[in-house]
């Protein structure tokens, strides 16, 4: 048994705890204290007319897509009022915050003593507001200009053996444009080495979607929400994580749409939603969602999907023709006799218990849907990060195909992105296993040969630094570090690098655990306006639902030495290839429309892109699976029936299942506050929610102070000091808070084929904390 190394990125092993305080949680979502708690924040960091001025342009068709998730906004009927949420309210006020960081704040605190602080304490410090530079050995970073940074970059990069030594990360803020040249100047360099967010999350979506339907993205629109009769909600918790789709399921719901929700914790926002907007809301009163809330297991899905569609079949068997789409599977489908036959090793009662449902819940759900065809599935993180997300994305598929909802309005898959442009990243080409169609035609058009072989996706390159392959690592945004799993493991592999570079907008961990030399490079966010050459600019963006519109923000920037990404990207390709470089980096640094063109001639359907994307709420991307138009490489014009085993989880008497999870004060790894409220924890992060007879069994008392163990690959990693909150979730399953209890997810677990961390399920010791 070996152990994680002791030296660790600080503040994650602390001494105490705060002061937590356990409310009832809530059945229902939003409501007035969303409004109060959303203006709170914006007054105190960025002051009432900013904030204000800010608000009334989010997610307006002339202004600035909110940095948060990736839910659409409506194509037309946009409210006068407030197109944005509690958490958009938020992330607006994490960025237009007018505090700063100059050179006095670097040169009086060190890098030692801010990584003491916790992530919520280091976020809140303020907008980033020079370029600064960390010296081999020095304990401070120190102001530089933007030719020094763009001068060691481009030094660093072009004394590397081979370009593969260099991995060039994204996370999903990224603009169109800026994703665009920045893997153009990635590959003119001569790497595929981009790893990015969506490795992280969406990666067993986009792979199990591609892989059966043709097109790793979801086809449904918004509009299908209010013209359609059953919606199911998979692992995702949109009161805190999407929640304007909470005004979708509301109307959904007065259309005459039944919600079945299905996750291991009774989330208020699958319950009922309170709409501010709505004099019904304001006065509290709220609108039911789920009609039917089942309570499965963590990584229990697959054993329900499986349960379903065997009841579904005894259905037909019994009223031939009423619940099968024998139309949709004969011209559309492979494998539908070899599927039901795989059926027949189960039996219903097993299936529900693996599941941890009683057969009735199941039943109660097989009839909400067996006599129905326009049903919409949805699902986020609770789906995709297992080891077996993949398949369970294409037993989702199996579902739907059997339904024939797929391809006609109402009926369709939706999976929720997390990051506002994490789609559009990868449209763009942000993808560390490009297709050679993509390179032949970028090899057309610039006339450069890009690299073939596949890059380092995230877990490959946490483990190429560890082992001293990559020497530069480049991240566009984002936190790499409270992002990525093992903690430890990956502080310890980011330590070796020769030099770590952050194009960021405020201070996060990643920056103060580095390579022997690191620079931040402060850019501008989606609500600062954005001027090149004394021209207004704007970028653009696509959503959950393949809708590419623009993004104009309107906010003076916090100090003039601040960079679009678009610009840093130009200048650094200028920098590090001088008179060799094919493309005229110029054009692009000067002009957002240049950019744009070049992607009309790359991007498929991005054809007139510069029109398209003026019009007044965007354009949608082409996405034939939405028209009921399968083209897959594999299979041509068929989607295959998946068959795939039931997982085995066997767990002994001392482990338990731990899902890591967000709360409510919290988008990805920005943490907002410390409260989340509508599970009713307040004022500490360092909790594990437990099932009360699992604690009764282990001996421990309601705030009980713990640590936690995993063991996996014989290696002791250790969550120090958390306490225990009595909680309705399974038993055998707990929960956690990310990034705190990253420390316990192992490099090694992760999704087949999409090699997603399996950040929904480790499994965990606890034992009483040990001071
Ligand atoms: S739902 Fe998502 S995109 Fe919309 S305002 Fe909220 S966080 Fe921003």
């Known amino acids: 048994m070996s152990k994680e190394p002791e030296q660790e990125p600080a503040a994650e092993n602390p001494e105490e705890l705060l002061d937590l305080k356990i409310t009832h949680p809530k059945d229902w979502a939003a409501g007035i204290p969303a409004v109060t708690v959303a203006m709170v924040d914006i007054l105190k960091e960025t002051g009432l007319v900013r904030g204000m001025e800010g608000l009334f342009h989010m997610n307006k068709k002339n202004g600035f897509d909110c940095s948060g998730c990736a839910w659409p906004d409506p194509d037309d009927d946009r409210s006068p009022i407030a197109e944005y949420c509690e958490n958009g309210a938020k992330a607006l006020a994490e960025e237009a915050t007018t505090k700063k960081l100059t050179g006095e704040f670097f040169a009086e605190n060190s890098v030692a003593d801010l990584a003491k602080l916790n992530d919520y304490e280091i976020g809140k410090k303020g907008r980033i507001a020079q370029p600064v530079y960390l010296a081999k050995g020095a304990t401070h970073y120190t102001p530089v200009s933007w030719d020094f940074a763009f001068k060691k970059i481009a030094d660093e990069l072009n004394a590397l053996a081979s370009p593969d030594e260099a991995a060039f990360y994204t996370s999903g803020r990224t603009s169109n444009e800026a994703s665009f040249t920045y893997q153009l100047f990635v590959r003119e360099f001569g790497t595929n080495n981009m790893p990015d967010c969506s490795n992280m999350c969406h990666e067993s979506t986009g792979v199990g979607l591609a892989d059966t339907i043709g097109i790793g993205k979801g086809t449904v629109t918004l509009n299908d929400f209010y013209d359609t009769d059953v919606i199911i909600i998979m692992g995702q918790n949109p009161g805190t994580n999407h929640p304007r789709m909470l005004s979708a399921l509301e109307k959904a719901k007065e259309k005459g749409s039944k919600i079945i929700a299905v996750n291991p914790l009774h989330e208020a926002g699958l319950m009922g939603f309170k709409n501010p907007q709505k004099v019904k809301g304001f006065l509290g009163i709220k609108t039911q969602l789920a009609d039917l809330y089942l309570q499965v297991k963590i990584n229990g899905d697959m054993a329900l999907l499986k349960a379903m569609e065997k009841l579904l079949y005894k259905a037909e068997l019994e009223n031939p023709g009423t619940v099968f789409d024998h139309e949709f599977i004969k011209k559309n489908t492979t494998g539908y006799v070899a599927f039901l036959d795989s059926l027949n090793q189960y039996e219903v009662d097993d299936l529900a218990k693996a599941a941890g449902l009683t057969v009735t819940e199941i039943e109660q759900a097989v009839n909400l849907i067996k006599n129905k065809s326009r049903i919409i599935i949805c699902w986020a993180m609770g789906i995709t990060q297992h080891k077996n997300g993949v398949a369970v994305v294409k037993e989702i598929v199996n579902l739907v195909m059997l339904k024939g909802a797929i391809g006609k309005p109402g009926a369709g898959l939706c999976p929720v992105r997390g990051h506002s442009n994490v789609q559009g990243n990868r449209t763009m080409m942000i993808w560390d296993k490009p297709k050679p169609k993509q390179l032949d035609k970028l090899k057309e058009v610039f006339g450069f040969e890009p690299p073939r072989g596949h890059g380092y996706d995230v877990v490959e390159s946490i483990k190429a630094m560890d082992e001293g392959k990559l020497k530069v690592f480049f991240a566009m945004g984002g936190n790499f570090l409270s992002a990525t799993p093992d ?102 640094a000067q002009s957002y429309d240049a950019v744009r063109d070049v992607i009309a001639k790359v991007i498929p359907g991005c054809e007139d892109y510069n029109q398209k994307v003026r019009l007044p709420g965007g354009f949608y991307l082409p996405n034939a699976a939405r028209e009921g138009k399968f083209i897959t490489e594999k299979n041509g014009s068929i989607i295959p029936f998946n068959i795939a085993p039931l997982p085995k989880h066997e767990l002994a008497a001392d482990e338990y299942h731990m899902a890591t999870i967000r709360s409510h004060d919290q988008f990805n790894t920005t943490i907002y506050g410390l409260d989340d409220r509508y599970r009713g924890i307040h004022n500490e992060r360092r909790v594990i929610l437990m099932n009360e007879n699992d604690m009764q069994k282990a001996g421990f008392k309601a705030r009980e102070k713990v640590d936690l163990f995993n063991y996996d690959d014989w290696v002791e990693r250790v969550a120090r000091l958390f306490v225990v909150v009595p909680y309705n979730i399974p038993e055998g399953n707990t929960a956690t808070y990310y990034p705190e209890a990253n420390v316990l997810i192992p490099i090694n677990s992760v999704a087949e084929q999409s090699n997603t961390p399996t950040s929904k399920l480790v499994t965990v010791k606890i034992r009483k904390h040990v001071v």
């Open 487 to 588: 903690t430890l493991f990956t502080a310890q592999a980011m330590r070796k690098l020769r030099l770590s570079v952050h194009i960021s907008t405020k201070l996060n961990r990643s920056h103060l655990v580095h390579g022997e030399e690191a620079l931040i490079l402060p850019t501008l966010s989606r609500s600062d306006k954005d001027i090149v050459n004394g021209e207004e600019q704007f970028i653009s963006c696509e959503n959950s639902m393949g809708v590419v519109q623009m993004s104009k923000g309107m906010l003076k920037p916090v100090s003039e030495h601040l960079m679009n990404e678009n610009q840093i990207v130009c200048n650094l390709a200028k920098a590090t290839f001088g008179s060799r470089s094919v493309i005229n980096w110029d054009k692009y």
